[in-house]
């Protein structure tokens, strides 16, 4: 049954009363947007005590410690213009030591690839108010304190160093570092990408040992593109003779990163590595400390990510015991990494996987027994926020009462009491201090823009931080269209989610353009109750009916309906994409001779798969940086799903674009950046050649040495404006 969803409350008054501004590209996509974004509080970073925090503030020149219970200012950890003659003007980012009697602070910080970067970092002694360079030889990266705070492990130019504060010596502990051939201490660009990190080191809880990982990129083949002068990034070196950069980048089926994991030994200064045995060609995308002395969690999965494996490794005499194994039929979920933990009683750990067909939380002993599962439905979990050894609590969020919404729930390490913390229905995340004793939560719906409100444990409502009446006096200048929610059956009697956002003074008796917007990635959400003024708004502002639907693969409706795509990325997306604009297309208000798909990245490999596959239903398509044909995208992302193509060539070739150029219909925009290192601009290059010779006429922008992102100066403002015009003329 078709039903849809009128969301009422902030929206509905405004569209009745007297405004009459519009939203314009403008205030979209240039410095006048900030008077139209949620505000939200981030930056704190709560103490060791768990009633208090700190945050950067007044110019980035101080450090101010407040307390959670009352919100009131307690402290200065450090003033930097109370420092004379002090090297450092403001401060970018920070960590303490575990007495807290040191800061790690950074700043000049430069971007390597999306979470990677490297800076100027210095050691602040709050007891002799003295600040000191880390290290004077050039930019640092991943500097962590040992857990005694007496010494900072630190990587420069793929080497590992160990700066001893006690004595003001820095020393390195490997040397064999050297760029796109062997990386000490941090992932490489498919590592840090795909399994989301950019610290590949850990010191043991002792502060005896240095666990790292160590990638020998060597037989990896290099990609590259060149450089030009242009505008944003300037290379002024380049203005005549176009340079070029070279990474290594493994693409799917090819050859990976070897891994090893290594462990130095501060008092002897002895470096070994650990004997992990396996299948050829595996990952180690986590290494984690027990608590117990010399004992090293290794997480490793195999290449297909179908298994995974948790080690743990007897750093004394290298040997390492497989405690416990999770297979798939189709793949492991990179988010067991991350949510993997420890118990401080020695005997247990947490894992969050989907055994039983949805993800839950179990409870394991060190031996890799079941103890049991803690929580368990026909709903996902998709944050852990982590264990409380005092309340012997696990706080977690979940997707209990439909997929486009959130809560934060508590339950307790026997499962049988369990109660939600947050109260409003929407979308909802926390952020807890060290001990569990606060919360914050961030709520908001497709209605209400962010709220931020702090609780205690119990989940009772200490103050609100922040409740964004500043916006929200802002939006009532605005007539602005709600947001809508649906669902419908597609002809295989799959349900899928939507939204649509109508045009302004919307008449049910006319028929209008439309645009679908979607990503349609593995385990993404676009269809989600939350808040937000973007293009869609514009858009409803010229005439145009804008839709988003979430297409099988997509998450929080558990592994059957997430994993159905495995072997065949591209294909069951797209037939819904298909149906959805049938869909939109039988509702008397849809033209559907006018309907427009868009998208970015696997939303743009979405819109050139549906002008292909479509048959006419889909008049105009603008791609933004796709990917074209899977065997151009990395080893990590594309195996987990498709596996290699040396043993799923039909999956590859019958579900990328490149190969189905001689279905092209409707008109085609194709955008992308010269510099993206992550979808290539290969991937559009190939394919634009492949319409060539299919004799299909299609339209393309490219944007000069613009990554991934496509931002800079006035890049976002014409990228939009383009789009725009582009509907505008071809719609």
Known sequence: MNRILLLVGLLLPLTLSAQNKTITLEELNTRK??????????????????????????????????????????????????????????IQGYALNNDESKILLYNNRVSVYRRSFKADYYVYDLKNKEINPLFEGGKQQVATFSPNGEMVA?????????????????????????????????????????FSYNQAMEWSPNSKELAYVRFDESEVKEFSFPLYQASYPTNKEYALYPGEYKFKYPKAGEANSKVSVRVFNIKNRTTKTMNIKGEEGYYIPRIRWTHDEGMLGILRMNRLQNQ??????????TLTKNIFTDRNEYFV????????????????????????????????????????????????????????????????????????????????????????????????????????????????????PKQVTLHNQSGKLIRTLENNAQLKATLKEYRLSPKEFFTFKTSEGIELNGWMIKPLDFDPNKKYPVLMTQ????????????????WEQYLAAQGYLVACVDPRGTGARGEEFRKCTYMQLGKLESDDQI?????????????????????????GFMSSSCLSKGKGIFKVGIAVAPVTNWRYYDTVYTERYMRRPQENAKGYDENSPINMTDNLSGRLLLIHGTADDNVHFQNTLEYVDQLVQSGKQFDMFVYPNRNHSIFGGNTRMHLYQMMSDYLKRNL
């Open 308 to 317: 995974f494996d948790l080690l743990i490794a007897n750093t004394a005499s």
């Open 579 to 603: 149906e959805a604009a049938k869909y939109l297309g039988s509702l008397n208000y849809c033209d559907k001779e006018r309907i427009a798909i868009w998208g970015w990245s696997y939303g």
């Open 33 to 90: 947007s900030l008077a139209l974004r949620a505000k939200s509080v981030s930056g704190l970073e709560s103490m060791n005590d768990g009633i208090h925090y700190t945050t950067i503030e007044n110019n980035a020149s101080q450090i101010v410690k407040y307390a959670y219970a009352t919100g009131k200012q307690v402290g200065v950890l450090i003033d930097l213009n109370k420092i004379e003659d002090c090297p450092v003007k403001n």
């Open 154 to 194: 630190f990587v420069k130019d793929n080497n590992i160093y160990i700066s001893n504060l006690k004595f003001g010596t820095v020393a390195p502990i490997t040397s064999d570092g050297e760029k796109n051939k062997i990386l000490n201490g941090i992932p490489d660009w498919v590592y840090e990408e795909e």
């Open 333 to 448: 979920e990179e988010t067991v990494l991350d949510n993997l933990t420890f118990l401080n009683d020695g005997k247990h750990f947490i894992y969050v996987g989907e055994m039983d067909g949805y993800s839950h939380i179990y409870l394991y002993t060190m031996a890799g027994l079941q103890v049991r599962q803690i929580t368990s439905g026909k709903w996902d979990v998709l944050e852990f926020y982590g264990y409380d050894t005092q309340k012997k609590m696990l706080y977690y969020q979940a997707a209990k009462h439909a997929p486009m919404q959130r809560e934060v729930y508590a339950v307790n390490l026997n499962g049988k009491k369990s109660y939600k913390l947050s109260e409003k229905v929407g979308f909802n995340e926390a952020e807890f201090s060290s001990n569990f004793k606060y919360f914050i939560n961030y709520y908001q719906n497709s209605t209400t």
């Open 519 to 534: 990503y349609s990635g593995p385990n993404s959400q676009q269809v989600l109750d939350k808040w937000g003024i973007g």
